[in-house]
T-cell receptor, first 113, second 116 residues
Framework: GNSVTQMEGPVTLSEEAFLTINCTYTATGYPSLFWYVQYPGEGLQLLLKATKADDKGSNKGFEATYRKETTSFHLEKGSVQVSDSAVYFCALSDLRQGGKLIFGQGTELSVKP | DTGVSQDPRHKITKRGQNVTFRCDPISEHNRLYWYRQTLGQGPEFLTYFQNEAQLEKSRLLSDRFSAERPKGSFSTLEIQRTEQGDSAMYLC??????????????FGSGTRLTVV
């Protein structure tokens, strides 16, 4: 079945450092890919998405490119801020399976001033 | 529209009791999903509705769980004879359910269940 694997956390960075959170997926079809963010004490928020191969999703300085050849959707940001501290979830949904989301286990990011 | 609302935000119950959670989706969204999230894990799919029809149930949804969405509006998730293993955050999400949005979901803030 479909699955998502994320790099394990926690990830601790200094402010203005470069961020990469790896995400790979397994899917039989052509899923849409998502990154969600969960700030402390808050609900899940959509950060960015990509619906087909080679699409790049971007938002708030974060980017991720849908790479079908490597089945990856790595999250990147050039300069993190303390306010980016949160848990990040990679997820996929497949149109042929009702559009339900399948999540990775999450990666906790802590940014120190 | 204020987004997806879930009630209650927190619920503490004794083992063996029944609990019911409510989700009010975004009004124009025809798909509604329930997920469960335990500490340190990503959300896991439980079930989803297209309007009032329940189209899929996960194997995680044991016989003690039941979900409804009467008239395709709000939804309820009931857990009977709760067990300590049911302690988790229960998340609801709604979606327009169409390809053009890439299945953009909006999540509620969740109901945190603690079974003691």
């Amino acid at each position: 079945g479909n699955s998502v694997t994320q790099m394990e956390g926690p990830v601790t960075l200094s402010e203005e450092a470069f961020l990469t959170i790896n995400c790979t997926y397994t899917a039989t079809g052509y899923p849409s890919l998502f990154w969600y963010v969960q700030y402390p004490g808050e609900g899940l928020q959509l950060l960015l998405k990509a619906t087909k191969a080679d699409d790049k999703g971007s938002n708030k300085g974060f980017e991720a490119t849908y790479r079908k050849e490597t089945t990856s959707f790595h999250l990147e940001k050039g300069s993190v801020q303390v306010s980016d501290s949160a848990v990040y979830f990679c997820a996929l949904s497949d149109l042929r399976q009702g559009g339900k989301l399948i999540f990775g286990q999450g990666t906790e990011l802590s940014v120190k001033p | 529209d204020t987004g997806v609302s879930q009630d209650p935000r927190h619920k503490i119950t004794k083992r063996g009791q029944n609990v019911t959670f409510r989700c009010d989706p975004i009004s124009e969204h025809n798909r509604l999903y329930w997920y469960r999230q335990t500490l340190g894990q990503g959300p896991e799919f439980l079930t989803y509705f297209q309007n009032e029809a329940q189209l899929e149930k996960s194997r995680l949804l044991s016989d003690r769980f039941s979900a409804e969405r009467p008239k395709g509006s709000f939804s309820t998730l009931e857990i009977q004879r709760t067990e300590q293993g049911d302690s988790a955050m229960y998340l609801c999400a709604s979606s327009p359910g169409d390809r053009t949005t890439g299945y953009g979901y909006t999540f509620g803030s969740g109901t945190r269940l603690t079974v003691v």
